[in-house]
């Protein structure tokens, strides 16, 4: 039985994650570290973070395999929707479950396989983003290095 829960979930604030992300963004390597898993579902519209993932919540169940696979090289994997208060936990959540899952069955499988067949180990955070993309439009939603597609007028009036 699995020891994460809600309350374990790490959270990031809008400004630390657009730090991390245009740090990344001079890094020259092109595939970056960092993923930004978007999970809204009908309000997907307005903008949303450069280069994030949309996996709606109502179909991740269906396409956690997937994700876990975009994933599975990243080191550190951000989930957000609207407030971050019930959705983007609940995808945390279900996500590092999930992960957790996938690394028993394969630590079994690798069990016997030679030393330098194991892999690195490497440990991924996963994280929060405080306030959901509501928060994060308000500061970064016309910086265009940070945000796409943002339409001012959607979010003129309160959320």
Request: glycine letters at 6%; aromatic letters at 6%; charged letters at 30%.
């Amino acid at each position: 039985m699995s020891m994460i829960t809600i309350s374990s979930l790490k959270r990031i604030t809008a400004p630390k994650l657009a730090d991390m992300l245009l740090a990344n963004a001079n890094q020259p390597s092109s595939d970056p570290a960092i993923a930004i898993v978007d999970v809204r579902d009908d309000d997907h519209i307005g903008g949303h973070i450069k280069s994030s993932l949309h996996f709606p919540s109502r179909s991740l169940d269906a396409t956690m395999p997937t994700l876990l696979r975009k994933l599975a090289d990243k080191d550190v994997v951000v989930f957000h929707c609207a407030l971050s208060q019930q959705r983007g936990p609940s995808a945390a959540l279900n996500y590092l479950r999930a992960k957790e899952d996938a690394s028993a069955a394969a630590a079994r499988r690798l069990a016997e396989a030679p030393k330098d067949e194991k892999g690195d180990g490497k440990n991924q955070v996963v994280y929060i983003l405080d306030r959901g993309f509501v928060g994060w439009q308000e500061v970064y939603g016309p910086d265009e290095r940070l945000t796409e597609a943002y339409r001012k007028e959607l979010w003129e009036e309160d959320y």
